[in-house]
């Protein structure tokens, strides 16, 4: 894990209880009061000038910080919980797909596009 995303699981989980498990609400950001992502830089693409001189973070590089800290960690386990349940018990490969996309949709927007063509074509056709 690059140093950049350990530090936004380290702020995330340094909130109180209650907000890690409901989140804060949409808009919401975690404000960085140890200074511990300084290491973030105006050259980086990774978060705005405005982000960086306020030290309040909005845009984060995973799922389970970015709609955890909308939404809390019980909406993430439980969208995984309704994703693994659909692997078992529906489609296997749809629900694979689902499961990846999950997790590689902060990464890059050109993965999400391979993946939906991959699954569209390994998709089997039902007539």
């Known amino acids: 894990i690059d140093p950049v995303r350990y530090v936004e699981y380290v702020i995330f989980f340094d909130r109180g209880f209650f907000d890690i498990l409901f989140g804060d609400g949409l808009a919401s950001g975690i404000y960085d009061k140890n200074g511990l ?7 980086d693409t990774s978060f705005s000038q405005a982000e960086i001189d306020t030290s309040t973070f909005y845009n ?24 693994i349940k659909g692997f078992f018990y529906r489609d296997p490969s749809k629900y ?4 990846i996309m999950l997790f590689c949709s902060f990464w890059s927007i050109k993965g999400l596009i391979t993946i939906a063509l991959f699954s569209k074509l390994t998709q089997k056709k039902n007539n």
């Open 37 to 43: 992502m300084n290491m973030a830089s105006y050259n």
């Open 96 to 99: 694979s797909i689902i499961f």
């Open 60 to 83: 984060f590089h995973d799922f389970i910080t970015d709609f955890g800290l909308r939404f809390g960690l019980v909406s993430v386990i439980s969208i995984f919980l309704l994703v």
